[in-house]
C-alpha cells in the first residue's frame, strides 16, 4: 500500500471515531484522551494529521452538513415545506451522530468556532432558502409585500428561532428533547410565517 493510501486510511479511522465521540459526548465531553485510548489511537499519529480538538470538530461538522444537504437535494429541488420536514426527520432519526452534531453546531456552537461554522452551513443555508422561496412562490402575498419582503423577514426569523436554543431557557436540558422540541417547533414557526397566527377580519 502506497504512504499517500495509508495516511489516507488513518485520517479515515480517526475521522470515524471522532464522529462516533461528537455524536455520543458531543464538543464538551469530547476528549483527545478519551479518543487515542478508547479507538486505539496514539496521540502522536493523531496530531501528525490533525490540528486538535476543534480541527477534528469542524471537520465531523462539514461532513454532516455535506451529508444531509446532500441527502435532501437528493429528494428533489422543489420539495415542498411538509416532505422537506418529513425527509429532515427520516435522515436524523436513522443517522443519531450526524443529529448530535448537526443540531449543536447549528443551534449551540462552541463560542470560538462560530465564524467557522457559519461558513460549513452556507450551502444547507441555500438550500434552506430554496426551500422557502419555493414556498412563498406558490402564494398569493398581501398587498405591498415582496418576495424579497418575505426572505428577508424569513432569514431573521430564522436566526432569532435558532438563537432561543441557545439562550438560557434551553440551558441543562436533555439534548435528545432539545432537538426534538427544535423541529416540532421549527414546522409550526414557518407555518405561522407563510400563513399568520390570526384570522383577518374586517372591523
Do not use: W
Not at 435522515?91 to 462552541?110: C, D, K, T, W
Request: one cysteine or more; proline letters at 2%.
Amino acid at each position: 500500500m502506497k504512504k499517500e493510501q495509508k495516511t489516507e486510511l488513518t485520517k479515515e479511522r480517526i475521522i470515524k471515531a471522532a464522529v462516533q465521540e461528537f455524536g455520543i459526548k458531543g464538543y464538551a465531553g469530547f476528549t483527545l484522551n478519551a479518543l487515542c485510548n478508547e479507538y486505539g489511537i496514539s496521540k502522536g499519529l493523531l496530531y501528525h494529521n490533525f490540528g486538535g480538538k476543534d480541527e477534528l470538530y469542524l471537520i465531523c461538522v462539514e461532513k454532516c452538513l455535506t451529508e444531509v444537504t446532500d441527502y435532501l437535494k437528493e429528494q428533489g429541488g422543489q420539495i415542498d415545506l411538509q416532505k422537506y420536514m418529513e425527509f429532515r426527520f427520516h435522515y436524523f432519526s436513522g443517522h443519531p451522530l450526524f443529529s448530535r452534531i448537526f443540531f449543536e453546531a447549528v443551534l449551540q456552537p462552541p463560542e470560538q468556532l462560530k465564524d467557522e461554522i457559519k461558513k460549513l452551513k452556507r450551502e444547507f443555508d441555500l438550500f434552506n432558502r430554496k426551500v422557502y422561496s419555493n414556498a412563498i412562490s406558490g402564494l398569493v402575498l398581501r398587498e405591498g409585500v415582496t418576495c424579497g419582503d418575505a426572505m428577508e423577514y424569513y432569514e431573521i426569523m430564522q436566526e432569532m428561532f435558532n438563537g432561543y436554543f441557545s439562550s438560557p431557557a434551553y440551558a441543562g436540558k436533555d439534548f435528545g428533547f432539545l432537538v426534538a422540541d427544535h423541529e416540532a417547533k421549527l414546522s409550526k414557526m414557518i407555518e405561522f410565517m407563510l400563513y399568520g397566527v390570526a384570522e383577518r377580519r374586517e372591523i
